[in-house]
Every structure is written in structure tokens, then in C-alpha cells.
């Protein structure tokens, strides 16, 4: 989301000067490749790139053929091919060993629904969304839909792109359902089409009980990240706007009134980080049965034990679903010892976390790094 948040300025500030933009949207990859399909980059007619589409190679090339689109006014699909290894023939440095398809659209300032303007609904929705990007590989077809869709949970809106007659509930449902990206393909009108079924989520909510020294670098790396922030503390000169400038909320409260107004969901993880025991079990208390993905917890795991037997006496159950989701001690095993390199083990381990991933080294990884990146056909009258 953060770099869908930094397109997104990035337009707002071509606009106000007058300038071009297209769009870069990665929608195919086959093979290796060090971006995935959903990856954005937005490209200015004064040759300003935001965002990225690999891992620096093709972007000069995209700005090459974006200036093109701009000046034509008409989508393309560029198609980069390095599966036999000679990057000569392709004029980049992919070092991928793979086949990688960008969509690159014009963005019309004056249409209502362009592809940055859906962005901006995107990011402005606080719950999972679906965005359809439909492309062809025909180089015959005249005009290419592009960014056609935005799907919310009870709302659709579609371009005037958006093939007529064409329907992807079906696809957007499994989506919703799956929290995966896909690809489908289709035929219609006597041409092949091609589909990114993307599921997007919502910035990531970081909520930190404690204002303490060690809680500014974790915000630091956080806020680096594009995560929304929010520090909570019953200690007013520690929980203050000057100490923490890139968080969005700064909260002093008690225990029982802490959680008060914080909206939470699967998109949010929280770090007790106090260093006061009572309000770390207080928050705890209400933090354990809450829809979130991950409670950090700072300090030993005795201290998390005897959170947990306390809670035992009072009556509390806590079924073993839920402690799946507490960390404490807080953080993967780096051997971090400064609050700097513990900070960086939190957010790493939150990162694994909300990916579902083990944490481990890369190269202990069998097979390739991301997941193969499914597709299907679907019927034409879908």
C-alpha cells in the first residue's frame, strides 16, 4: 500500500504542474522475476519515476516506451523475455531468467475513474479490495482495457474501459474468499484477453503500548514502511507528538481507557512495550480476544507465563487458537541487542507474520523464493 500511497502524491504533484503520467503495472510473470504481478510504477513526461516494476533494470526502458504511450495516447503491453539468459538481445539487465509482461496506461486527467484515480479509492478504503487489470498479448487488438475494475465488499466500480457484457463476480468472490492474487484468461469478440484478479490489502495498523526511548526506532522503520501508527502510554511527557513526528496518533490514557476510539482488524498487530508489568497484563486483557494478527510482547517469557497464569486465575480462558498469534519474547532470533536491531527483528518477524512465512534464511528455501502466481481459463460468456 505504501507504494500505491506514493503514486498516488506522486500524480497529485503532476497535475498540479501540468505534466503527463503514465502507468506501469506488472501483470504477468512467468519464471523468475523481482517484482510480482500488482507491482505500480508511475512515470511523468519530465522523466520522474515513483514506484518500481523490477529491480531497477527495466525502469528505463518503461520510461522509453511510457513517453511513447503518453504521446499516443493509447495502453500497450510490453513484454521482456530473458529466459535464455542473453539480456543482450533484450537491451536491459534482467538477470532473471524469466518473462516478465508491463502494462503501460496514459492516465486522462479529465476521466472520471482513470487508473490513479481508483488507486485513490483503493487507498482510501480501511478493509481488503480487488482490482481488476485486463490486457491482451493480440497486437492487433486496437485499444487495450487496462485498470477496468475496483471491487469493494458491497461496491463496484468499473471504467469505461471495462469490456461491456464482461463479469468477474465469480473471480472476485474467490479473491475476497482466498486473500490471493490470480490471473485469468479468456476469449471474447474473437480476441484473447488476459486478466490480474489482485487482492489488495490495507496498510498495515501498528499499534505500540509504550513511549518509551526504545519505541522510536521501531516507529521509524515502521513509518518507512508506509504502516499507520499510533503510540499509546499513561505517561504524558513520554507519549507527545514531539517525540513521535511520524506517528499519526499519540495517546495518553489509562489502561481501561486505551483501546478507546482504535479500530482494529486483520491488518492490525500490536507491541506491548511498556516496561510496566500492570499495564502491559491490562492491555493484554483486552488485546487476546480481538481480531488481530499478532501481540508482540517485550521482555522474557516468563513474563508472558505469568501474564498467562494470572489470566488463568481470573477466570480468563484462552484457547490455543489465539495464543498462536502472541510473540513474546518480542522479535526473530538475530542476536539483536540494541533497541535499533531489536526493533528491526520485530518488524521482521511482523512481516512473517501477516506473510505466513517462517522467518528462516532464503537459501534454506527449496524452490523459488515467492509462490508460483496461478492462472486459468474461464468460459467467454462469463
Known amino acids: 500500500m505504501k507504494e500505491i500511497k506514493d503514486i498516488i502524491r506522486a500524480y497529485d504533484k503532476a497535475v498540479e504542474k501540468g505534466l503527463q503520467a503514465a502507468l506501469a503495472t506488472v501483470v ?7 517484482r510480482r504481478p500488482g507491482a505500480r510504477m508511475l512515470i511523468t513526461e519530465d522523466g520522474q519515476l515513483t514506484g518500481a516494476i523490477s529491480g531497477g533494470c527495466l525502469e528505463g526502458d518503461a520510461l522509453r516506451k511510457a513517453l511513447y504511450v503518453m504521446n499516443e495516447q493509447r495502453p500497450m503491453v510490453v513484454t521482456y523475455d530473458t529466459t535464455d539468459e542473453d539480456d543482450a538481445k533484450v537491451g536491459v539487465g534482467l538477470g532473471c531468467n524469466g518473462i516478465i509482461r508491463i502494462l503501460i496506461e496514459p492516465i486522462v486527467h479529465s476521466a472520471a475513474n482513470h487508473p490513479v484515480a481508483l488507486l485513490k479509492k483503493l487507498a482510501e478504503h480501511a478493509a481488503n479490495a480487488v482490482m481488476v487489470t485486463i490486457f491482451s498479448f ?9 485498470t477496468s475494475l475496483l471491487a469493494f465488499d458491497n461496491e463496484l466500480i468499473t471504467t469505461e474501459s471495462f469490456p461491456a457484457g464482461k463479469n468477474f463476480s465469480t473471480e472476485i468472490t ?11 484468461s479468456y476469449v471474447q469478440e474473437g480476441h484473447e484477453y488476459a486478466a490480474l484478479i489482485e487482492l489488495v490489502k490495507p496498510s ?11 519505541a522510536m526506532p521501531l516507529v521509524s522503520i515502521a513509518a518507512v514502511l508506509g504502516w499507520n501508527l499510533t503510540i499509546i502510554d499513561g505517561r504524558r511527557n513520554y507519549a507527545t507528538p514531539q517525540r513521535f513526528p511520524h506517528v499519526h496518533e499519540v495517546k495518553v490514557a489509562k489502561p481501561v481507557d486505551a483501546l478507546t476510539g482504535i479500530s482494529f482488524s486483520k491488518q ?34 516468563k513474563r508472558l507465563d505469568r501474564m498467562l497464569d494470572e489470566c488463568k486465575e481470573e477466570g480468563m480462558v484462552i484457547e490455543e487458537e489465539l495464543l498462536q498469534k502472541v510473540f513474546g519474547p518480542v522479535g526473530l532470533d538475530i542476536g539483536a541487542e540494541t533497541s535499533e536491531e531489536i526493533a528491526i527483528s520485530i518488524i521482521a518477524e511482523i512481516k512473517s507474520v501477516l506473510n505466513n512465512r517462517s522467518g528462516a534464511s532464503l537459501r534454506e528455501k527449496p524452490g523459488s523464493i515467492h509462490p508460483p502466481f496461478h492462472s486459468r481459463q474461464i468460459s467467454s460468456k462469463s
Open 28 to 34: 504477468s510473470v512467468e519464471g523468475s522475476s523481482y
Open 138 to 146: 493480440d497486437k492487433t487488438l486496437h485499444q487495450q482495457p487496462g
Open 174 to 184: 474467490q479473491a475476497f474468499n482466498t486473500e490471493q492474487s490470480f490471473s485469468v
Open 204 to 214: 498495515v495498523s501498528l499499534v505500540i503500548f509504550g513511549a518509551g526511548n526504545d
Open 268 to 301: 492490525t498487530v500490536c507491541v506491548l512495550m511498556t516496561h510496566n508489568y500492570n499495564y502491559d497484563l491490562a492491555i493484554f486483557r483486552q488485546l487476546i480476544h480481538l481480531p488481530i494478527a499478532y501481540i508482540g510482547l517485550l521482555g522474557p517469557k
